[in-house]
């Protein structure tokens, strides 16, 4: 993490949220070099900003950075994220960060385990830990399946609708089907809505869920989030 070089946007934005508000010195950092976490925090020092508020701050802004999002009909019916921690994750913080994904998501959840991999699920909400090279990757993601189910079934309707009208319109009975043909783009519609109108809201929440606890375990033990963890 440390060796990572961060961009002047990066770094304006790592600021503003360790500082939380107060004004910075303006510095020329070249675009092509950028700064390291360990100079930040060295800046940050100058400024009366802990370096554990600088390193969450980081933290936060690069799992922001790898935030992706599964759309269906331009709508967000999936949320993941995804943070390399660049150290393995310890038997005890795995099993805290499982009190705390129960906490969050107010569900039980299902551990398990496969030699150096392990994941939570409950239903289609699942975090996978994964080993790699410098340590450990924590991966988040969910699919709103509810939401998917009646934006699917709602489209159902329409085609069946639409099939209906075309072969009422060849066999000559097309006003006598229309209330029927109505009543069913109706409800196709209604379902369609129903299901895009609670997806934006439920992915920014689950997308600032993950993002909170992300960023929480990505801060090495030595570097204890801001306000002692509360």
């Known amino acids: 993490m440390t060796g990572r070089r961060y961009s002047d946007a990066e770094i304006a934005a790592i600021f503003r949220a360790a500082a939380e508000g107060p004004q910075l010195p303006q510095r020329e950092v070249p675009r092509e070099e950028g700064l390291t976490l360990t100079e930040l925090q060295a800046i940050g020092r100058e400024v009366g900003i802990a370096p ?4 969450q701050a980081a933290h936060g802004l690069d799992v922001r950075r790898d935030a992706q999002s599964r759309r269906f009909l331009g ?17 005890e913080e795995w099993e805290r960060l499982v009190v705390q994904l129960r906490e969050v ?19 289609n909400l699942q975090v996978l830990l994964e080993p790699t090279e410098t340590g450990h990757r924590l991966r988040f993601g969910t699919l709103h399946g509810g939401a998917s189910a009646l934006i699917g079934a709602g489209l159902t309707a329409l085609g069946a609708a639409g099939v209906v009208a075309i072969v009422t319109s060849i066999n000559g009975t097309l ?56």
């Open 52 to 55: 554990e508020a600088v390193a």
């Open 75 to 91: 709508l967000p019916i999936g949320v993941a994220r995804t943070v390399s921690l660049n150290r393995r994750l310890s038997d």
């Open 105 to 123: 998501f107010n569900a039980r959840g299902v551990t398990r385990s496969d030699g150096s991999l392990r994941q939570w699920t409950n239903g």
């Open 175 to 230: 006003g006598a089907a229309m209330s029927g043909i109505g009543f069913i783009a109706v409800a196709g519609l209604g379902m369609i809505a129903s299901g895009a109108l609670r997806l934006p809201r439920w992915a920014k929440l689950r997308g600032s869920q993950m993002e909170a606890i992300a960023t929480k375990v990505a801060v090495p033990p030595e570097l204890p989030p801001k306000n002692g963890g509360s």
